[in-house]
């Protein structure tokens, strides 16, 4: 069986993303960039909730991308995606798979059947949904020495209690980020 993996940057007060979707506060260079470099190139398929994919899909296929992150974006474009949206048409990212109706059996089904591990990026509503159901089997936090006034919380409209264990922490002294691991209780 797969495992199903989160990855999340937050600021100090627990928002993934603040007003109107921005994440320009999250810092792209420094010690923070060589691990996206490494963490990138792992083998795993990339799971979206259908706006994160939209602004990923936006992103790193484009000239912009390939010149400020060139391995995170041959990464990113070369790797198997799946994306949960039952109102996307069509998926023009490359190696991409919508899945459309019921996102937690899909997934259910596709931890059992595949061999890679599978990495929600951002998609708050999403995670919250796979935490609800039970389906996530660690959560990978990158806090980020940024507060915002507004925003949307990591865990926004979660039913069930989520108790955590660190597995792991890294410091990235240099930007002031902090690297969290944990697994459920």
Not at 49 to 78: C, D, H, I, Q, S
Not at 109 to 133: E, P
Not at 141 to 153: E, N
Request: charged share 20%.
């Amino acid at each position: 069986m797969s495992k199903l993996t989160s990855f999340t940057f937050i600021t100090l007060n627990g928002f993934f993303k603040g007003e109107n979707e921005d994440t320009s506060w999250h810092p792209h260079g420094g010690e923070a960039a060589k691990f996206a470099n490494e963490a990138s190139g792992a083998d795993n398929i990339l799971l979206f909730g259908r706006k994160t994919y939209e602004m990923m899909a936006n992103f790193w296929p484009g000239p912009m991308a390939a010149e400020l992150f060139p391995v995170v974006a041959e990464n990113m474009n070369n790797s198997q995606k799946l994306v949960c949206s039952n109102t996307l048409e069509k998926a023009d990212w490359q190696n991409t798979t919508i899945l459309k109706g019921d996102a937690i059996e899909q997934l259910k089904q596709w931890k059992q059947n595949s061999g890679k591990k599978i990495t929600v990026l951002g998609s708050g509503s999403l995670l919250t949904q796979l935490s609800d159901a039970g389906l996530i089997d660690q959560y990978t936090i990158m806090l980020d020495p940024f507060a915002l006034g507004k925003g949307s919380s990591i865990f926004e409209g979660l039913r069930n209690k989520l108790e955590l264990k660190l597995v792991s922490s890294r410091v990235f002294e240099q930007d002031g980020i902090v690297l969290l691991d944990y697994v459920r209780k």
